[in-house]
């Protein structure tokens, strides 16, 4: 890049010559950004999605407007890339970007910028000016998705250098992670409450009757019901609901099982009837020594 073109008496015009040559010299593997040859007041950028996110392996393109007071004001950000957290070619609201001068310091860079929009990706982005809200397994297609191509935006030199950095960014990211099954399963909309519960019962049913479906335990019938399966793979394992049911006679009447009775043995009649004697013992001697006390024991006992 030519610098004799430019005013190089221009604070924000030398600023941003120093942050090209330091971006050239120190080049990172999570984003590329560079200005256009005509305008260095416009960068175009991509950065790599977040490790251990859903954005992860993705290239996102954006560009970057710098104001004619940088670096004392902020810059704009736009975003090219369909990512599903922030909205395209639409200036996106953060702590670092134009709509929040007041949180912009004249130290921070376009590099400083850049990592903490990396950083802004996989948070949540609370009704923000410009920002989406996908789900995981949405984005991570977008993810997928970004590596193909780089996006079409603006005039033939605009585009010239999307691609130049969409190729840097592309040989510098790793492949995107596929989901273990433990993320997989996480991420099924699925009622996991229902099938534990299943689970628990049909394991005391098994424990119960030795695993034989519609068997007969004690005076009760136990009824298996078949349930949809959770996922779609092939040949899945069955999951059964287990219900009890009474049993059921010709006439589809339920039958009624026996009345179970504890008959109290003689021993038992016999120590329930001696607590009561001996309650009532205990309130009379009671009663006789209140009466005693209050003076009122020999009127009593005269009366009686």
Known sequence: MAEDKYNLKNPAVKRILQEVKEMQSNPSDDFMSLPLEENIFEWQFAIRGPRESEFEGGIYHGRIQLPAEYPFKPPSFMLLTPNGR????TKICLSISNHHPEHWQPSWSV???LVALIAFMPTSPNGALGSLDYKKEERRALAIKSR???PKFGNPERQKLIDEIHEYMLSKAPPVPQLSPSQALEEQPMDMDGVTQASQQDSVS???GDGLPNHAVGDRVVEEEPVAPANANPAPAEIRVVREAPARGPNNQPLQGPEMRVQK???DRLF???AVGLSIAILVLLLKKFLKSSGHGAVFMDGS
Do not use: V
């Open 86 to 89: 922030f909205e395209t070619q």
């Open 111 to 113: 590099r400083t910028a």
């Open 148 to 150: 193909e191509a780089p």
């Open 206 to 208: 098994m424990a119960a």
């Open 265 to 267: 043995s003689a021993d």
């Open 272 to 274: 329930t009837w001696a």
